[in-house]
Nanobody, 123 residues
Framework: RISLMESGGGSVQTGGSLTLACEVVGYTGSSDCVAWFRQTPGKEREGVAAIYIGTDSTYYADSVKGRFIISQDKPNLTVILKMNNLQPDDSATYYC????????????????WGQGTQVTVSS
């Protein structure tokens, strides 16, 4: 069974940087994509960044393009989200997710989720 272990997060001032890591445990080769989502109370969950495991293709929400970088360490299947120039609107609980191979967009149809890690950006 696949499980995801997130680490990183914390508090930072505006303009600062944080790095999140997601270890995919129990990976069997059936997942095609790993993504980071974020959510704040009262708002819908938002896809932030995604990476396709086989091709290294990456996708980003418009709100984070140019500031966030997603990458993967394939032997361990650990996915890193480097977040730069953080703004107060980036404050949220960040979730890592993966899925069985599906024909879907980079932020759709996720089956496995981490517990979430909090990111707080103060002005």
């Amino acid at each position: 069974r696949i499980s995801l272990m997130e680490s990183g997060g914390g508090s930072v001032q505006t303009g600062g940087s944080l790095t999140l890591a997601c270890e995919v445990v129990g990976y069997t080769g059936s997942s095609d994509c790993v993504a980071w989502f974020r959510q704040t109370p009262g708002k819908e969950r938002e896809g932030v960044a995604a990476i396709y495991i086989g091709t290294d293709s990456t996708y980003y929400a418009d709100s984070v393009k140019g500031r966030f970088i997603i990458s993967q360490d394939k032997p361990n299947l650990t996915v890193i989200l480097k977040m730069n120039n953080l703004q107060p609107d980036d404050s949220a609980t960040y979730y890592c997710a993966t899925r069985e191979h599906v024909i879907a967009g980079p932020f759709a149809e996720y089956h496995y989720w981490g517990q979430g890690t909090q990111v707080t950006v103060s002005s």
